[in-house]
Protein backbone atom coordinates (compact mmCIF):
# COMPACT_ATOMS: atom_id res chain seq x y z
CA UNK A 1 0.00 0.00 0.00
CA UNK A 2 1.06 3.40 -0.71
CA UNK A 3 0.34 6.41 1.16
CA UNK A 4 -1.12 9.28 -1.10
CA UNK A 5 -1.66 11.78 1.42
CA UNK A 6 1.12 14.38 0.23
CA UNK A 7 0.55 13.75 -3.77
CA UNK A 8 -2.86 15.34 -2.77
CA UNK A 9 -1.98 18.06 -0.66
CA UNK A 10 0.20 18.71 -3.81
CA UNK A 11 -2.27 18.11 -6.34
CA UNK A 12 -4.67 20.28 -3.84
CA UNK A 13 -2.14 23.58 -3.75
CA UNK A 14 -1.33 23.88 -7.16
CA UNK A 15 -5.19 23.13 -8.65
CA UNK A 16 -6.08 26.32 -8.89
CA UNK A 17 -2.51 27.68 -10.86
CA UNK A 18 -3.08 25.09 -12.94
CA UNK A 19 -6.52 25.80 -13.85
CA UNK A 20 -6.16 29.27 -14.62
CA UNK A 21 -3.09 27.73 -16.80
CA UNK A 22 -5.73 25.87 -18.64
CA UNK A 23 -4.55 22.92 -17.21
CA UNK A 24 -5.35 19.71 -15.77
CA UNK A 25 -3.38 17.07 -13.53
CA UNK A 26 -5.07 14.07 -11.76
CA UNK A 27 -3.58 10.80 -10.15
CA UNK A 28 -3.30 9.10 -13.26
CA UNK A 29 -0.30 11.47 -14.71
CA UNK A 30 1.90 10.44 -11.19
CA UNK A 31 0.53 6.62 -11.81
CA UNK A 32 1.73 6.44 -15.22
CA UNK A 33 5.17 8.39 -14.25
CA UNK A 34 5.72 5.90 -11.65
CA UNK A 35 5.35 2.96 -14.10
CA UNK A 36 8.09 4.73 -16.69
CA UNK A 37 10.45 5.20 -14.41
CA UNK A 38 9.83 1.50 -13.04
CA UNK A 39 9.90 0.28 -16.10
CA UNK A 40 13.05 2.18 -17.51
CA UNK A 41 14.90 1.19 -13.97
CA UNK A 42 14.33 -2.32 -13.48
CA UNK A 43 14.57 -4.11 -16.82
CA UNK A 44 13.52 -7.03 -15.08
CA UNK A 45 9.61 -6.30 -15.46
CA UNK A 46 11.05 -5.77 -19.30
CA UNK A 47 11.53 -9.55 -19.96
CA UNK A 48 9.55 -11.57 -23.11
CA UNK A 49 10.24 -15.14 -22.79
CA UNK A 50 10.56 -17.43 -25.97
CA UNK A 51 8.63 -20.78 -24.97
CA UNK A 52 10.47 -22.40 -28.66
CA UNK A 53 14.42 -22.06 -27.35
CA UNK A 54 13.80 -21.60 -23.92
CA UNK A 55 15.28 -17.96 -23.90
CA UNK A 56 14.53 -15.17 -22.20
CA UNK A 57 14.91 -11.21 -24.46
CA UNK A 58 14.98 -8.33 -22.55
CA UNK A 59 13.57 -5.28 -24.00
CA UNK A 60 15.27 -1.89 -24.91
CA UNK A 61 12.14 -0.22 -24.79
CA UNK A 62 8.85 0.13 -24.02
CA UNK A 63 5.24 1.22 -24.12
CA UNK A 64 2.63 1.78 -21.56
CA UNK A 65 -1.32 1.47 -22.08
CA UNK A 66 -4.08 2.84 -20.03
CA UNK A 67 -7.90 2.45 -20.29
CA UNK A 68 -9.17 6.63 -21.06
CA UNK A 69 -12.81 6.64 -20.14
CA UNK A 70 -14.94 9.05 -23.35
CA UNK A 71 -18.70 9.14 -24.00
CA UNK A 72 -18.25 6.70 -26.86
CA UNK A 73 -16.29 4.23 -24.73
CA UNK A 74 -13.37 2.90 -23.40
CA UNK A 75 -10.09 4.08 -24.85
CA UNK A 76 -6.74 2.74 -24.35
CA UNK A 77 -4.01 4.98 -26.08
CA UNK A 78 -0.58 3.93 -25.83
CA UNK A 79 2.66 5.69 -24.56
CA UNK A 80 5.23 4.75 -26.67
CA UNK A 81 8.03 6.60 -25.49
CA UNK A 82 8.39 7.65 -21.72
CA UNK A 83 10.43 10.70 -22.15
CA UNK A 84 7.50 12.24 -23.76
CA UNK A 85 4.93 10.77 -21.41
CA UNK A 86 4.24 13.61 -19.68
CA UNK A 87 2.84 16.31 -22.51
CA UNK A 88 1.02 12.98 -23.87
CA UNK A 89 -1.31 12.46 -20.63
CA UNK A 90 -1.71 16.65 -20.39
CA UNK A 91 -3.13 16.10 -24.21
CA UNK A 92 -5.69 12.91 -22.79
CA UNK A 93 -6.28 14.87 -19.90
CA UNK A 94 -7.30 18.25 -21.53
CA UNK A 95 -9.51 16.09 -24.13
CA UNK A 96 -6.88 16.85 -27.14
CA UNK A 97 -6.18 13.62 -27.81
Known amino acids: ?13 HKAALQKAGG ?4 TVFVLKS ?3 ALKNCPHFK ?13 KYFHIGTAVD ?4 LVVPVIVEPRLMMPIVHCF ?5
Request: proline share 5%; glycine share 10%.
Open 1 to 13: MVDITRLKEFLGR
Open 24 to 27: KVTL
Open 35 to 37: VAT
Open 47 to 59: RQPLPANQQIIIK
Open 70 to 73: TGQG
Open 93 to 97: DQGVA
